[in-house]
Each structure stands twice: as C-alpha cells, then as structure tokens.
C-alpha cells in the first residue's frame, strides 16, 4: 500500500490540473452555446460546433428538455448534453479537491452538510476562522478542521451551486447503503439534479467521476498501466504529505480521526529520502550537543588501518563479529609462552571455499597448542 501511494502522490498533480481544465472548457464550451440560437454554429477553440435540439427536447410539455443546451461537433458528428457534461465536471473538480485538502473519508465526504461549515474567533488575537465539522461515521467521533483558503474557495463554490440563486441550501435526505436507513432532510453539500429530483450523490457517482478524470489525464504508472486514484488513495496522500511537511504524527491523527497512532503510520507512506534526511539532520543535532573533539578527522594512516582490517577479514575467511580492535574470545591470551600460527579466527562461517594455504592455517589452528621451553 505504501508503494501505490508513492506511485499516485507525484501524480496527483497532472490529475488536478487536467481536472481544472476540463472544467473550465466546459464552462466556456456551455457559456458559447447559451449565446446562440438551436441550428446556429460557433467555434471555440479550433473547433466548429452546431446547437442542436433532439426529438425529446421537442416535445409537448417537457419544459426541463426545452431548456437543455445540447451541441455536436461538426466534423466527427460528437453529440455533447454540455448541461450534464458541465456539472459532472463541475463535480469532478470538488470531490478531487475536497479529498485532497482535507484527507476526510469517501463516506464523510457525501455527509457533509450546510450545517457543517462553521467559524472560530480565536481568544489571542480576535481573528475569526472558517472550520469544518466532520459528522461521525466510521468511530462514532465528531472532529472539526480548520479549513484553509483552497479548501473555503472549493466550499463557497459548491455552496453557490447548490443554492442555485436561492437563499438557502435545498433540504435533501440521503440514504445510508451501510445501515439501510434513509437520514433526515438536511441541507446536504453535495447533491444533484436527476431529471425534475434533487438527489445526494452516491459512492458509485463518485467513482465513476474520478474513473472518467483519470482516463482524460491519461495517467499510468511505471509498468506502463492505466493508474486507479479512489477516495482513499486521496486520504493516505494527505497524511503522508503532511506528514513528511512536518506535522506531528498525534496531530495527523487527530485530522484523519484516527485513535491509534498504529493506524496512522500505516496510513504514512515514508519516501527513502525523507528517511536520508531525517537522519542527517539528527546527526547534525548530536554533533552540535557533543564535543567537538569527539568528532575529529582520522588520519590517513588510521583510516587505512580501519580498511585494511577489514579488506583482510572479508577476502581471506569471511566476515568476522567481533568489534574492531578486540581479541576474539576462540583465543584467549593464556600465557605469553602460547604459540599459534595466526590470531585470524577459524570457528565463524567462511564466506567461501578456502584456498589451500588457508586450509593449511585452519589446521595448524586446529592443531595443539604447543608451549614454549621454559
């Protein structure tokens, strides 16, 4: 999992930026087709476009068809409904930015309310700040988060939507396909009009709005594959950035609404350097409380030594456990009249087949100690 968010992160980008510039050719493609009339022609962007009326529009009676502004392109016969593409893409760009701003779970995204948008007077300084009440789903907690300028512009917008020249949110009830329950009539941020019915939207309309975005920024991974971004890939990108940003883990999950710090940290995807990173500057930390004396340059001819020690153990046997410096405990320095061939050890497991001279050793190793005449 951790490997699927370091391959999504990067890209999240490209997605966000190719889900801006849908939305706003629809706006424009919508806005030049309402400025004609049905059969008249216009061109927007290197291409030529006819308004058009279908046989449903037509008849007697349907006054929501009547005003919908459809469009085909002239030379491939591609029949655009821009009201219908112009709100999917409208939505498309909300539920992207909302997750990404905020890390809040799919099911507490559809549950957000008018109600749910509140500010704080802070008791220093006086200034008042916009929050965001997360109603309880998964643990049965309500949490609040602070909403920042991208996220307050994605809110206002959406708000503005919904409202649609009213002075208030429509009151929409929304069903619970986990419990099989229908909620109360609340004032709920994102809903939509299907036909003549205001309805909340669903998981599979939200899925299916990131799968559509998706394969228009045409993102694959490494292995050359089509990428999957789900809601929940959103919230693992959060915490992993705003983590490796700095922020304290206990606070990340305070956000994520989390009561195991576990929990959170599987959600953390670390990236190699930021592990390099973190590590050099404790090391950088230590050095500035020790003394500087500690931490002096060996000389040439130590740092030789050094390598040579261990260039001779690894070429000849094998590695060898012991620090660097100290007797190996397979012979101990019983009397100074002890003879042996070598102090290289011979009880640790040898790296490779050993070469006949170094067989000849091992045995005269293995072999009796002799004294020395007194």
């Known amino acids: 999992m951790h490997q699927r968010t370091r391959t999504l992160a990067p890209l ?3 997605l966000v930026a190719s889900v801006e510039q849908h939305l706003a050719r629809m706006e424009r493609l919508l806005a030049a087709a309402q400025a004609v009339t049905v059969g008249e022609r216009f061109r927007l962007d290197d291409a030529e476009f006819c308004r058009v009326q279908v046989s449903a529009d037509q008849r007697k009676g349907n006054q929501q068809g009547a005003r919908r502004v459809r469009v085909e392109r002239c030379r491939i016969g591609e029949h655009l409904d821009l009201e219908r593409a112009e709100d999917e893409a409208f939505w498309t760009w909300a539920v992207v930015e909302t997750l990404r701003h905020n890390g809040i779970r799919h099911e507490e995204l559809l549950e957000l309310t008018h109600f749910a948008l509140t500010t704080h007077t802070l008791p220093d300084s006086g200034e008042v700040v916009p929050l965001l ?18 996220l307050a512009h994605v809110l206002a917008r959406i708000v503005h939507r919904v409202r649609a020249g009213n002075a208030r ?29 205001i309805r909340v939207m669903s998981t599979a309309v939200t899925n299916r709005l990131l799968k559509n975005a998706i394969e228009r920024a045409e993102l694959v991974g490494p292995d050359g594959l089509p990428l999957r971004y789900t809601p929940h890939d959103f919230r693992r990108i959060f915490a992993s950035e705003a983590v490796s940003s700095g922020l304290p883990v206990h606070i990340a999950a305070k956000l994520l609404g989390h009561n195991d710090l576990n929990t959170t940290q599987t959600y953390v995807a670390v990236y190699n350097d930021d592990v390099l990173r973190h590590h050099r500057a404790f090391i950088t930390r230590r050095r500035e409380l020790r003394p500087s004396s500690e931490y002096r340059e060996p000389t040439t001819d130590e740092w030789a030594e050094f390598e040579q020690h261990f260039t001779k153990r690894k070429v000849e046997l094998g590695t060898c ?15 100074s009249r002890v003879v042996v061939a070598s102090r290289t050890c011979f009880r640790r497991k040898l790296r490779r087949t050993p070469t006949p001279s170094i067989q000849r050793r091992i045995s005269q190793q293995r072999a009796p100690q002799v004294l020395a005449p007194a």
């Open 12 to 14: 999240l980008p490209d």
């Open 169 to 197: 949110v429509p009151l929409v009830a929304r069903y619970n396909p986990y419990e099989r329950l229908t909620g109360p009539l609340l004032p709920h941020l994102f809903q939509r009009r299907y036909g003549a019915e």
């Open 133 to 150: 009440q997360i109603a309880p789903s998964k643990l049965d907690q309500e949490r609040v988060l602070l909403v920042g300028p991208e």
């Open 321 to 335: 456990a012991r620090p660097y410096g100290s007797p190996c405990r397979h012979f101990p320095r019983r009397s």
